[in-house]
């Protein structure tokens, strides 16, 4: 047996090997999450008091929300620079509707979360049928969003209705708020459909496609799902970023986009697809965003704010990078071989 | 049959249908508004393209290297170095070459952080070059306290703008030199053909003997140096910056490289096709501004809605990526 | 088998591009046989298959399965008409484990979700039944990527088989199989035919066909030329249907069939006194060029070796066992962690390709498509790649009309066909591709050419002119290293062969010895007397159709 078997392949059992790989990444960001809830902790003051963890967890959510939506779409070998723009235009088509009027507010809610889909739907179609490459894509897509969010609401403003905001600063069992329940249910409903066959397509689709394909994976299908999907999670997060602010924006697209995708990558998603979770960018959200008050609270000179918390944000995405990267790493010929 | 063969070949080049459109565009302008068909509107058009054009030559370049590689932070490096050049120049001809190369320089060091994350750190180039934005951003605010002081030299807006014949600005003169040089790089240098090389497949370069990541580095740091370029050419233009100045660039590059027939997987296309996007580009976002779409009421809305549009449209005629089954 | 043919294809045509894969084909096979669809690269083979599976879409032609018309749009419906494929380009996702890789595309699930334990009762009976080509062991819950490619295969035919299938393709399934793994496959082969399964079954062995196969359908030029009960057929006379030339031995090979010519390889070089090297016999006459002594890294555990300036070494063995490693440590393109290179005397230390060309090293990749060539690019570049910083003016700029002298010159030399030197090299058939793989590295004149499988996947005709260009090379005196996992092929090229087996080399063997039994019997660890148990998957001449096999799995 052991002739056939061409020992010393593997320096660790297969399975070994297998668990080291996946958790990795996982360990990063604990890592990272640990470090800076700690750092928070020290530097700023209240932050495990009822109301700093509810102002926290109320900046948390739609960041985290839209690295949720990134992810889903990444995971499947797509990119949407256009996420930011549907947040901005499915924020817009609530607000709108709302009218600061708690009547309207279901009707308002569907309303955004059908144009977040319908926007993802668009997106799935130009790359999955069209099969136009996703990054030039969705950047000719962001500038129609952006078009027609503005188109929406000229310029900031709009009246969110009282009970949306109102639900949203609230605080249960005195330690738990709202927000942080819903970063819980974002969580648990990923693994709901991450264990249905349609999440393992996702996976196998970004992980590589023409396997899936000649395994009889409906192939773009996965690819249009996931961008609808995609979209309607970052409709969701539009409804947190008005529910918070209490007006809507219309300019804020790219900003969410690059925070989106710098999120997804510190929680160890694999750009290329295949790899990675939603759990991992949630966390890479909850970092970044503590790092911005960190670098806030941290006392850093005000014009140097924004240098710092790039560098900090380069080195945690280098970090994440390091740990993650196994392939690409072993170059010439072991490293071309599948 | 060799004649029908070409012919279908032509249709199918990117550059081709890229050129193709771009005269229809320009036709559809000047029916609309005959003024654009004057040499002097012609000249001007290509004017704004050439900037687009200068800060796409090391896009171009990144993304034929390959390995997923794209630069967004030329629009970063191009409003760097504008604003190094600015605050050295102060409006002066004194010291003019020397603040060129410490603006270029600057600008070179964000390709050489690039490079390092990337090849070393082996961060996803989209990311790390997002996240030089922020940096970069972040140092402006440092380095200028929000407001950017001083002026271009003179010579330099002299350079830029200044007439030489039928009233061809010397930017375009400019443009036209990068341009051969570019070219010239690609197709008559060793280094053009390794670039290619790896960009098609890595390792098939590195196991001929090519060092595909001193090929890579190269390739950012060429990018952030001629974004340098196109921000010098930016402030000579405008001769005044301010921190947003390169943020357009950002991805209306990718975009010149991409309808150029430059693919992203890298290792296909070439600097002529990206000339040709850059104009198709600039063209559009002309005519879509002479229809006076928009403006009043809609505000900016309504052209920015029908470039995406046409965008999507335009890269439909190519520029697809294979389908699955054969 | 007067039953009405189970699965029947007429007509299909395909062209891709100027191309035509396919110009009117027919084929026809019944359940319970295994059928060989044979021919030389190009010939249309893999395209009619695919045909079959629905990977690819015929411009013409009909399909009919079991009496009903088969029209595929894709894989999901070959799948629901029962049939599975094991593709040459693997169709696993490396990041899966094997059980989700086995499972993909059809899931069992209960209330929407996933079913894991209804995908492990599917699944593990399979991968049970091939322990013993995972050496024993049941990776369930390994990522594939942690499986070496033997292994991936193996987990690729099991997914062809959860599928439980009525018609089974394998195409080059056995390829990167140890010969372990391709008993054991046979053997369910066997078993499948039993249950009135039609496997249908593409190889570049003969002997394999051989081995399993009840018919042959020959392929030539995309269409098929005959179809022949392989029982009856001399292996000549299948050589001479593929190749469509009344000699069976194209362009100066000696026939294929008749193995074990120890002639070898032409050449000045090839003194007399190969033979007795048996031992580290320093012959004094010629002192090695290249010599390497207790070489480490990466799955080698101190190598050492010695070619002299125009011989051709052999790397033999078990598949895996560090030839490949070996080469591309000597390449610099594996760690090496100790050892001492001697190249003329000289001590080299190159630590990566680019140093190693420098020095005088050539190296052709075991996969041509993704470590030999730029497909995308043209033949031209492709040639000029290795070489053309040393034609570049001032290291710099490049002449057109020089390169394309040079390019033509090797081009010449290694025979290649092509359109124009414009062309991408992705246009040109496998055969040829090959040739621009080895002939690029002409231009640099290597003093060391190491070879890892070079005619892996080429037909016939171009394996013949594959062993001409590394005797060539041979003769301008460089030292040539060859690695195969195709005994026959060793026997062919080489000098000399070194057995390698768990990273140290183990045999030499050389001169009258060198024949394909020693190298099975070496490489197998084996008495003599085993020999001919483990050469009876290898054999040419088997008379029965229904082959026995050798009992032993990996004694």
């Given at each position: 047996m052991n002739l056939l078997r061409g020992t010393g392949t593997q320096d660790l059992p297969g399975p070994v090997r297998s668990v080291m790989s996946v958790h990795m990444p996982a360990l990063a960001v604990g890592l990272l999450l640990l470090v800076t809830v700690t750092a928070s902790a020290i530097l700023?003051?209240?932050?495990?008091?009822p109301y700093g963890l509810s102002a926290s967890f109320a900046t948390f959510l739609p960041l985290a929300t839209i690295a949720a939506a990134q992810t889903i779409i990444v995971l499947g070998g797509g990119i949407d620079l256009s996420i930011g723009t549907i947040v901005t235009l499915s924020s817009a088509v609530s607000v709108v509707l709302m009218q600061g009027d708690d009547a309207r507010l279901p009707l308002a809610l569907a309303a955004g979360l059908a144009t977040g889909a319908a926007c993802g739907l668009f997106n799935g179609l130009v790359v999955a049928v069209l099969r136009l490459q996703p990054i030039v894509a969705t950047f000719a897509t962001s500038s129609v969003f952006g078009g027609l969010a503005l188109l929406v609401l000229p310029s900031p403003g709009g009246q969110v209705s009282p009970i949306l905001t109102g639900t949203y600063r609230m605080v249960l069992a005195m330690y738990v708020p709202i927000p942080a329940v819903l970063l819980v249910v974002l969580f648990l409903s990923w693994r709901m459909m991450r264990g249905t066959r349609y999440g393992q397509h996702l996976y196998a689709v970004g992980g590589n496609a023409e396997a899936a394909y000649t395994s009889a994976v409906p192939v773009s299908r996965v690819r249009v799902l996931s961008y609808t999907l995609g979209g309607m999670v970052a409709s969701l997060a539009g409804v947190a970023l008005l529910a918070d602010a209490g007006a809507g924006d219309p300019t804020l697209g790219t900003e969410l986009t690059l925070g989106s995708i710098a999120a997804l990558v510190i929680g160890g998603t694999r750009l290329r697809g295949g790899s990675g979770g939603v759990g991992g960018a949630l966390v890479g959200a909850v970092v970044l965003s503590l790092i911005q008050g960190l670098v806030f609270f941290a006392g850093v000179p005000t014009n140097a704010r924004e240098f710092v918390y790039g560098c900090v944000i380069i080195a945690a995405i280098a970090l994440a990078g390091l740990l993650t990267a196994r392939e690409g790493s072993a170059s010439g010929a072991s490293g071309g071989r599948r | 049959m060799t004649t029908t063969l070409t012919a279908r070949r032509l249709t199918r080049d990117p550059v081709v249908i890229s050129g193709v459109v771009t005269l229809l565009l320009w036709v559809v302008a000047s029916f609309y508004s005959p003024a654009f068909a004057s040499w002097g509107h012609i000249v001007t058009t290509l004017t704004v393209a050439s900037f687009l054009g200068v800060i796409a030559i090391g896009q171009t370049l990144v993304i034929i290297a390959g390995g997923e590689g794209i630069d967004l932070s030329v629009g970063s490096a191009a409003t760097l170095s504008a604003i190094v050049a600015s605050r050295f120049m102060d409006g002066s001809n004194d010291g003019f070459l020397f603040a060129v190369l410490v603006a270029l320089g600057s600008a070179c060091v964000i390709g050489v952080v690039n490079g390092i994350g990337v090849l070393l750190f082996r961060v996803p180039p989209l990311v790390m070059t997002l996240g030089m934005i922020a940096v970069v951003a972040g140092f402006i605010r440092l380095y200028t306290g929000g407001r950017p002081e001083g002026s271009a030299a003179p010579l330099l807006n002299q350079l830029v703008t200044g007439d030489t014949v039928f009233g061809i600005p010397g930017v375009l003169w400019l443009w036209l030199a990068l341009s051969v040089v570019v070219i010239w790089l690609l197709r008559r240098t060793a280094f053009g053909w390794r670039l290619y090389a790896v960009g098609a497949n890595r390792t098939t370069a590195h196991l001929s003997g090519v060092n595909p990541s001193a090929i890579r580095f190269s390739a950012y740091v060429l990018s952030s140096l001629f974004a340098g370029v196109g921000g010098l050419l930016l402030l000579g233009y405008s001769q005044n910056v301010y921190t947003n100045l390169g943020a357009d660039y950002m991805l209306n590059s990718v975009a010149a490289v991409v309808i150029g027939g430059?693919?992203?997987?890298?290792g296909v296309g070439g600097y002529l096709g990206t000339i040709v996007g850059a104009i198709l580009l600039t063209v559009l976002s002309a005519l879509l501004r002479t229809m006076q779409i928009g403006g009043g009421e809609w505000g900016d809305a309504p052209r920015q809605i029908l470039f995406g549009l046409v965008l999507i449209v335009v890269l439909t005629a190519y520029g697809r990526q294979r389908h699955l089954r054969a | 088998m007067d039953s009405p043919t189970f699965l029947r294809m007429s007509g299909v045509r395909k062209r891709y591009g100027g191309v035509t894969a396919l110009d009117g084909a027919d084929f026809e096979a019944d359940s319970g046989t295994v059928h060989a669809v044979l021919g030389p690269n190009g010939s249309g083979k893999s395209t009619l298959l695919k045909v079959l599976t629905g990977v690819v879409g015929p411009d013409a032609g009909q399909v009919r399965l079991d009496g009903a018309p088969l029209r595929p749009r894709g894989p999901r419906d070959t799948l629901t008409a029962g049939i599975s494929s094991v593709y040459q380009e693997l169709s696993l996702v490396e990041d899966f484990t094997v059980l989700d890789n086995l499972v993909l595309g059809v899931e069992p699930s209960r209330f929407g979700l996933r079913d894991r334990r209804a995908a492990l009762a599917r699944s593990l009976p399979w991968l049970e039944r091939f322990a013993p080509a995972f050496g024993g062991r049941v990776p369930v819950r390994e990522r594939v990527s942690d499986l070496d490619p033997g292994e991936r295969q193996v987990v690729e035919v099991c997914k062809a088989l959860v599928r439980d299938p009525r018609v089974l393709v394998l195409d080059e399934?056995?390829?990167?199989?140890r010969r372990g793994q391709v008993e054991v496959l046979f053997e369910v082969v066997d078993e499948l035919r039993a249950r009135g399964v039609l496997i249908l079954f593409i190889t570049h062995r003969l002997a394999e066909i051989y081995a399993v196969c009840d018919r042959a359908t020959v392929m030539r030029n995309g269409t098929d030329v005959a179809t022949v009960a392989v029982a009856g057929t001399p292996e000549a006379e299948l050589l001479e249907l593929m190749s469509g030339r009344p000699s069976a031995a194209p362009s100066g090979t000696r026939g294929p069939g008749t193995p074990a010519v120890e002639t070898p390889t032409e050449g000045p070089a090839t003194a007399p006194d190969a033979t007795a090297a048996k031992d580290q016999d320093t012959d004094p006459a010629t002192s090695p060029r290249l010599e390497v002594r207790d070489l480490t890294g990466d799955r080698l555990h101190g190598v050492s070796l010695k070619v002299r300036a125009g011989e051709v070494l052999g790397l033999g063995g078990l598949?895996?066992?560090g030839q490949s490693e070996l080469m591309a440590a000597l390449f610099g393109a594996a760690r090496r962690t100790g050892g001492t290179v001697l190249l003329d005397g000289t001590p080299v230390r190159a630590r990566s390709p680019k140093q190693a060309v420098r020095a005088g090293f050539c190296y052709v990749p075991g996969n041509r498509g993704t470590q030999g060539l730029a497909l995308g690019r043209p033949i031209l570049e492709n040639l000029a790649l290795p070489s053309v910083g040393r034609r570049a003016f001032l290291g710099v700029g490049l002449s057109r009309r020089r390169e394309v002298a040079a390019a033509r010159a090797v081009a010449e030399r290694v025979n290649t066909r092509y359109g124009s030197l414009n062309d991408p090299v992705s246009t040109l058939s496998g055969g040829n591709q090959q040739k621009i793989v080895v002939g690029k590295w002409f231009p640099t004149e290597p003093a060391v050419v190491l070879m890892d499988d070079p005619a892996k996947g080429i037909d016939v005709g171009a394996k013949a002119e594959m062993f001409d260009v590394v005797a060539e090379l041979a003769a301008s005196g460089a030292a040539v290293i060859v690695g195969s996992s195709d005994d026959r092929e060793l026997v062919e090229v080489c000098d000399r062969v070194l057995v390698m087996f768990e990273g140290r080399v183990v045999d030499e063997v050389s001169g009258d010895r060198l024949t394909e039994d020693t190298l099975i019997a070496s490489a197998m660890h084996v008495t003599g007397a085993d020999v001919a148990a483990a050469r009876e998957g290898h054999t040419s001449e088997l008379p029965d159709p229904e082959p026995r096999h050798a009992e032993e799995g990996g004694a």
């Open positions: 700023q003051p209240g932050f495990f008091s | 430059t693919a992203l997987i890298g | 399934a056995t390829a990167s199989l598949q895996g066992q």
